[in-house]
């Protein structure tokens, strides 16, 4: 730091540099480009139209600040003692983590994946609960390494500091033990304990099917995982009779209207669920006369 700097930073701090900037302006004696040294400072003071008496009291007062100024250049320079440039400044460091928090809501809610609408499912959120901890503990981890080889601190800050990251780098570490444990350590038949997907037997509205005569067939999902979608196809013989589209049913309970002509019929009904699971039921019945 220049004097002139250090000396206009005391200006309004210290009695000495309001007094000499005071009586300064009183001889019209300017600070403009002044350099680092007294010299430039005590030459103004000559140069002025001060009487030499004052000229004496100001140079007396220039040099209590220069004493002043060179001892705190000193204990500048011993606190940058041992220091080395930090690799990373904090605004940088900033920016980098600002990218990354954009870049990962970007994919979470614009990606080709659709990674937010998975989290309904419990096993793509443990996933990801897992993988959130394990990264940050693996890059906080990073952080206190590089910290430690790349820190502008002394030695004593850096250490404290260390040991103050040190407590936090821990209990993540026991978190995610804890997380990456039960996750890994749980068998694998008690987190894929979903019951099996199959479908209770198929019941017809009536005893007698007639032809022409509108009745009702009702089955249930049992196990699986809803939401499900199921199709009925009803065949005579080898032709097919009816082929219903697709349809989605939250609960389990599927319900269904047919009416046929007289005949023998095959009633295919197929189920899947949102896990993938499927199941098929059929059933043989036959279509009389109307009475």
Sequence with gaps: MKFQKWLESKEKKTKEA????????????????????????ESRIDNSRADDVSKKELKALAGELWDQFQHDSCLQDSNSAGRVKSFFSRDTGLFFIAIFLIALMSLAFFGKNNFI????????????????????T??????????VFTSDRTPEESKERFYRAKEILTILIGILGTIVGFYFGTPADSQNSIEQ???S?????????????????????KGGTPPYTYTLIVKKGDQEIAN??????????????????????????????????TAKLAKDITVNDAM
């Excluded at 219903?244 to 269904?256: P, Q, T």
Aim: hydrophobic share 50%; aromatic share 6%.
């Design 138 to 147: 693996i890059g906080m981890a990073l952080i206190i390494t590089i910290s």
């Design 117 to 136: 609408n998975r989290l309904a499912d419990i096993q793509s959120a443990r996933g990801l609960i897992t993988f959130l901890f394990a990264l940050g």
């Design 244 to 277: 219903e589209k697709a349809k989605h049913v939250k609960g389990g309970l599927m319900v269904d209207t047919l009416n046929l002509e007289k005949g023998a019929y095959t009633i295919n009904l197929g189920l899947e669920d949102s896990k993938g699971q």
């Design 18 to 41: 309001a007094e000499l900037f005071s009586k300064m302006k009183a001889h019209g004696i300017s600070f403009f480009s002044l350099g680092h040294a007294l010299g430039d400072l």
């Design 197 to 199: 997907l199959n479908l």
């Design 201 to 221: 037997p198929l019941v017809i509205s009536t005893d007698q099917i007639v032809a022409a005569q509108e009745f009702t067939i009702v089955t249930l999902a």
